[in-house]
């Protein structure tokens, strides 16, 4: 059984909700293009080389326990 919805329901809910889709889309979009991507380093000696290089380097910890 699909449960339809009238076009007239859906863009009442945008029309009412506009404001906040507006702001989960750019919370969204911001988490995507602002985060900060993972660096795959093979071990302590990748990571000395790296902070080394003489390039600005931002380290974060992160713990998944």
Known sequence: MRLRLPLGTMTQFIKENWWFIL???????AWVFLRTPAT?????????????????????????T
């Open 40 to 64: 795959d380093l093979a071990s302590t000696a990748a990571f000395d080389q790296q902070i080394q290089s003489g390039t600005p380097v931002v380290v974060e910890f992160f713990s998944n």
């Open 23 to 29: 702001i989960l889309g750019g919370m969204i979009t």
